[in-house]
């Protein structure tokens, strides 16, 4: 005869009274992912197999630089607002300017910027923030320019080989105990690309903090520049960036696609609801560059009759998308 899993649970309860109630439970009693945050991109929700970031869990988007990582990072942060998050941005590299988030939609007054002194001060506020409130959507931004302050209060050039390594090591398994126990809270990490050199033969890049860090995260975007995007004057207003699904531990991962980010616009939502409802077929293509919804012939022929009957018809053809991912 086994012993049933009630009362074992009662007999840990009782034992380690230092437990809190909340750790010790039925997995059929545990709160799971409470919700999402979108990336700012349908595509790239679609990629995740979900509608962006989960709740309770830290995640990482990297990249060379310029390639749109806080870009996206604003348009999460604004997804964050639409559902009644308090987003935080954790400003280390001093570039968050707010005339850029307010373009792109952003309500400034209702975020919280903070640019810390040392790396130990980023990670103590954010630890702080996440164990002490919940609904807060915090953005690190970026774990390369977090400083210990070892470093800063160490001689120009002397060697400090691995001391930002062991910080944020210490601080990403810290910060998962602590998020993980919190209602409906999130921590997305932005790192950026270094080389590895030696390296011959595979990848030759890396994400500085070091290795133990990447097995907190959830999901891990990598970001890569492609083309640029140039309107009939050839001035640039956005770029085509290649998106890689590195680790998913909700949904599959090695997943990737390219998109369109545009400079003060971020994605094109009505391009890449358009781009889906071809795929899913509740728009399919006929000869010479027609498409039909149904039984309705869009008028016209190529992509733009498209982009325009599908922002007409944005929430009935989103609904449409979704309930066949479903």
Do not use: W
Not at 33 to 56: A, C, F, H, K, M
Not at 176 to 184: A, C, T
Not at 226 to 239: A, R, T
């Amino acid at each position: 005869m086994k012993t049933s899993a009630k009362s074992i649970v009662a007999e840990l309860k009782k034992k380690f009274k230092e437990n809190t109630d909340d750790s010790i439970k039925l997995a059929s009693d545990s709160t799971g992912i409470e919700g999402y945050v979108s990336t700012g991109s349908i595509i790239i929700d679609e990629l995740l197999g979900t509608n962006g970031y989960p709740s309770r869990r830290v995640c990482e988007i990297y990249g060379n630089e310029g390639c749109g990582k806080t870009t996206m990072a604003i348009l999460s942060m604004i997804d964050a607002q639409k559902k009644g998050l308090t987003p935080m941005i954790i400003d280390a590299e001093s570039t968050f300017t707010e005339d850029y988030a307010r373009a792109l939609g952003l309500d400034t007054n209702d975020v919280i910027r903070i640019q810390p002194e040392s790396a130990e001060n980023a990670t103590e506020m954010i630890n702080t923030t996440l164990s002490k409130h919940t609904g807060v959507f915090v953005v690190l931004d970026s774990i390369p320019a977090l400083v210990p302050k070892p470093v800063m209060e160490s001689v120009m050039g002397s060697y400090n080989v691995g001391t930002r390594a062991k910080l944020i090591s210490d601080f990403m398994f810290k910060v998962q105990n602590i998020i993980s126990k919190q209602e409906n809270c999130y921590l997305l990490c932005i790192n950026q690309m270094r080389d590895v050199i030696g390296v011959s033969y595979g990848d030759s890049k890396i994400t500085p903090g070091g290795t133990a860090k990447d097995y907190v995260y959830s999901v891990r975007l990598r970001l890569t520049k492609s083309l640029v995007i140039k309107d009939e004057n050839q001035k640039p207003i956005g770029h085509t960036i290649n998106v890689s699904v590195k680790k998913n531990i909700i949904g599959l991962t090695g997943k990737s696609a390219k998109i369109d980010l545009y400079y003060g616009k971020g994605f094109e939502t009505i391009k890449e609801l358009s781009e889906l409802a071809v795929i899913r077929e509740v728009i399919t293509t006929k000869g010479g560059g027609s498409y039909i919804h149904g039984d309705v012939k869009i008028e016209g022929r190529g992509k733009e009759p498209l982009y325009q009957y599908v922002k007409s018809n944005f929430k009935s053809i989103k609904e449409q998308v979704f309930t066949v991912k479903k």
